[in-house]
């Protein structure tokens, strides 16, 4: 089980760098563009992150269940987005992000045990 729960969060932290950038980089990236141009970018964007996220999901479906790989689904999610928001998108990092992280390690544990 650990081997593929690696695995599958090895190509949850790939498809979630595609995900990050379609739903936010536009911000930063595509601000002064007509919103239909940052949807599209973005939509293209998100095609490459479900190539990678729907066999990352029918992997990790073979050792772990549904809850779980939603637990390591929302953990990649903002272990992704934490850095992306303080280096490209310029947000501050507060102690509160510590405190949620702390959550979502006792929602992994729930999860696995």
């Keep these: ?3 593929v729960a690696l695995i599958t969060a090895g190509l949850l932290v790939c498809s979630n760098l595609f995900m990050t950038f379609a739903w936010y980089g536009h911000l930063k990236f595509l601000s002064n563009k007509p919103w239909i141009i940052a949807a599209i970018v973005s939509w293209g964007i998100a095609l490459m992150e479900y190539m990678i996220q729907v066999p990352a999901n029918r992997y990790g479906y073979t050792a772990l ?19 992306f928001a303080v280096f490209m998108m310029n947000q501050p990092l507060k102690l509160d992000y510590l405190w949620s992280a702390l959550c979502l390690i006792g929602a992994v544990y729930f999860a696995f045990r």
């Design 1 to 3: 089980m650990l081997k």
């Design 65 to 83: 269940n549904v809850v779980q790989l939603k637990v390591i689904q929302e953990v990649v999610a903002l272990t992704v987005f934490a850095p």
